[in-house]
């Protein structure tokens, strides 16, 4: 079974633009959670989605957005980089119910200069 | 809010040293889990914990829950290089789905 996919590994960004990262679960997963990992904060919690619909969210400003698709995949989207948002980004996927195991992907390395 | 304490957070030893990792909230927590992470990779899981006072055993790595599911700990026998990484405690709870919160992290580093 193939595991989570994350895409791309890495990224630079300007400060400013934009950024979409994106996952494709392990089959049959039909929750996706996204985390962001930075030296200083950890691994914090971004969103979680269930069947296209966002179930979960997390402390973080507007700037950061995310969807489903019906097939399950994911994608985030950052918008107006800053600096601050250098992080690694994890999705993890379960079957999607309470308090089921994650299973992350490798990640994707944002460095916004 | 759910909080996780781990401690220590840094931990360097010789190999086969043994060590152990504790994980402390004053939150109940349903269930606990434990992850291990290298640089530039995803978390992977090593161990779910539900009951409490369950004690799980994963080779040299020997996982405990307290009876009253706020803590948790990690020991490791006889430490190899190969168990070096970034051990993460993270625990659901409440209604909060897909929500894992986690612990700041232990980062061991097992020298030969």
């Known amino acids: 079974k193939a595991g989570v996919t994350q895409t791309p590994r890495y990224l630079i960004k300007t400060r400013g633009q934009q950024v979409t990262l994106s996952c494709s679960p392990i089959s049959g997963h039909r929750s996706v959670s996204w985390y962001q990992q930075t030296p200083g904060q950890g691994l914090q919690f971004l969103f979680e989605?269930?069947?296209?619909?966002?179930?979960n969210k997390g402390n973080f400003p507007g700037r950061f957005s995310g969807r489903q698709f019906s097939n399950s995949r994911s994608e985030m989207n950052v918008s107006t980089l800053e600096l601050g948002d250098s992080a690694l980004y994890l999705c993890?996927?379960?079957?999607?119910?309470?308090?089921?195991?994650?299973?992350f992907g490798q990640g994707t390395r944002l460095t916004v200069v | 809010t759910q909080l996780l304490e781990q401690s220590p957070q840094f931990l360097s030893i010789q190999e086969g040293e043994n060590l152990t990792v504790y994980c402390n909230s004053s939150?109940?927590?349903?269930?606990l889990q434990w992850y291990r992470q290298e640089p530039g990779e995803g978390p992977v899981l090593l161990v779910t914990v539900v009951t409490g006072g369950e004690v799980k055993k994963l080779k040299r790595l020997t996982f405990q829950f307290g009876d009253a599911r706020k803590d948790s700990s990690l020991h490791i026998t006889a430490a190899q290089p190969g168990d070096t990484g970034l051990y993460l405690c993270a625990a659901s709870g409440g209604t909060s789905y897909g929500k894992l919160t986690f612990g700041q992290g232990t980062i061991l580093t097992v020298h030969p």
């Open positions: 993890a996927s379960n079957y999607g119910g309470f308090g089921t195991e994650a299973f």
């Open positions: 989605y269930f069947s296209e619909t966002q179930r």
């Open positions: 939150s109940v927590f349903s269930s």
